[in-house]
């Protein structure tokens, strides 16, 4: 058959995009089977799929951030999709969120356990390793280590879950959850905040449902500045040296002067007092928890397998870069190392800009929360690092800045038949939450409880009453 050329033209108009389109969908299939883990090593039997791999961001630099994703174990195609972002700044989410504390798996010698409180068994999983040079997210183009803000790790976090959802089309318009800790509590509300303008300037493509934050620095003087007082009332530190803490020099200028380095005589004194009578051998991240003795006494290379009474495995951290220094397991995770020998829990290559600690978030919090966006601020009650004290008091703060009364007052609340902690609501769209005896990371230390918080989180339902 002959066609003429106006004939070919409208035959190329309707033929071609349908061709463009399979290839398209084809490679988004080739991609999906490249990314599959098949199996990680010594890990137990699972039914859910998993997932890990790189999404590049910038071509010509070679900049690419790596990603681990657990299906949910149950009915995945109807389960919100979860991000979850360790902070650092500098800390993988892969060891420390997805192998330490809310992941499916964690460590156990040379193998894998189950984490029965795992968070895939109510929402699937997207652990994320940024900002570049975290973990075994690298660069080739070894600029792109330094000077590296807020601003950037912000932007590229979007380029990923952008260029991420055209890798599983199958999440574009799914509830979209954005979580993390201690300094995510910059990294989630900016790119919360990059996601909105997204879906109002070009289209809706983040179907963003609420953000949780768990022990997070929001506001550098308030949250550093608690330190003091926690330390004080949990006996760590001496009233003197209190007196010194709150008077002569500050946590807060303390951590700026060493931003900015150049710590001064008298705030090297006071710090040096602080560390004295805190002690080494006590984790300022849970002051009851018992410490890894072979990552305190790191030198003497000395492995004790510490665990304490309620079986937290307090050298996990250990465990988890062991493990994922195994060749095996890189490949599996379809993982490389690129200008680092080793896989680390925090990067020690990025030149982040420590100023930007300064620079107050809870700002974005209202932003959220005047668009619709419900917040929850949580905190393990037994962190010294970013306390309790603060957090509570820049939630009450920003609620009476939104003027949002309390729909739920200041009560406790129950996982099983015990306490879980206290919470207090303010006009259903911002919730203060308390975890009894969690670190600054809640779910490693007090798991059950942490995943009765998740689930009520994502349900929109109050937290139990009572038992």
Avoid at 119 to 147: H, K, Q
Avoid at 280 to 296: G, H, M, R
């Amino acid at each position: 058959m002959a066609f003429s050329g106006l004939t070919l033209v409208v035959l190329l108009q309707i033929l071609l995009p349908q061709a463009i389109q399979g290839a398209s969908s084809s490679t988004v299939r080739l991609s999906l089977l490249q990314d599959r883990i098949t199996h990680l090593p010594g890990q137990p039997p699972v039914s859910f799929r998993q997932y890990s791999g790189y999404v590049t961001i910038d071509p010509r630099r070679q900049r690419s951030l790596f990603y681990y994703f657990a299906e949910a174990e149950l009915d995945p195609g109807s389960k919100p999709l979860v991000l979850w972002l360790n902070g650092g700044p500098g800390c993988s989410s892969l060891g420390v969120g997805a192998f330490s504390e809310n992941g499916p798996f964690r460590p156990s010698g040379d193998a894998l356990v189950r984490n029965e409180c795992s968070w895939n068994r109510e929402a699937n999983m997207l652990y994320l390793e940024a900002p570049i040079g975290v973990g075994f997210s690298y660069s080739t183009d070894a600029s792109s280590y330094e000077s590296v803000n807020d601003r950037v790790t912000a932007r590229d976090n979007l380029v990923f879950l952008k260029r991420w959802l055209v890798k599983f089309p199958q999440y574009r318009n799914r509830s979209l959850y954005i979580t993390g800790e201690s300094y995510a509590g910059h990294y989630v509300p900016q790119l919360a905040e990059l996601m909105l303008h997204y879906n109002e300037k070009r289209e809706s493509l983040f179907n963003l449902r609420g953000i949780a934050l768990g022990n997070p620095v929001l506001e550098f003087a308030t949250d550093f500045n608690s330190r003091a007082e926690y330390f004080w009332s949990h006996g760590l530190i001496s009233d003197s040296t209190y007196k010194m803490f709150t008077s002569v020099c500050n946590y807060s200028r303390y951590v700026s002067e060493y931003a900015r380095g150049s710590i001064s005589p008298i705030c090297s004194t006071v710090m040096r007092q602080v560390n004295k009578e805190t002690s080494k051998f006590v984790d300022n991240y849970d002051v009851t928890l018992d410490v890894c003795i072979s990552s305190v006494v790191s030198q003497s290379k000395i492995l004790s397998l510490q665990r304490t009474t309620d079986n937290v495995d307090v050298c996990v951290e250990d465990e988890t870069v062991k493990y994922l220094n195994r060749r095996d397991v890189q490949n599996a995770l379809h993982a490389r190392l690129v200008g680092v020998r080793r896989w680390a829990v925090c990067s020690d290559m990025l030149d982040y800009d420590m100023t930007n600690l300064e620079i107050p978030t809870i700002t974005i919090l209202s932003k959220l929360i005047k668009a619709g966006v419900p917040v929850l601020v949580y905190s393990g009650d037994q962190d010294s690092v970013i306390p309790l004290t603060g957090s509570r008091k820049l939630i009450h703060s920003l609620a009476e800045e939104l003027g949002l009364n309390a729909t739920t007052p200041y009560r406790v609340w129950f996982e099983g038949q015990q306490v879980g902690g206290w919470t207090q609501v303010y006009g259903e769209v911002l919730t203060f939450a308390t975890i009894r005896g969690a670190s600054h990371e809640a779910p490693f230390s007090q798991p059950e409880r942490s995943l009765v918080l998740f689930r009520s989180f994502l349900e929109g339902r109050p937290l139990p009453e009572a038992f």
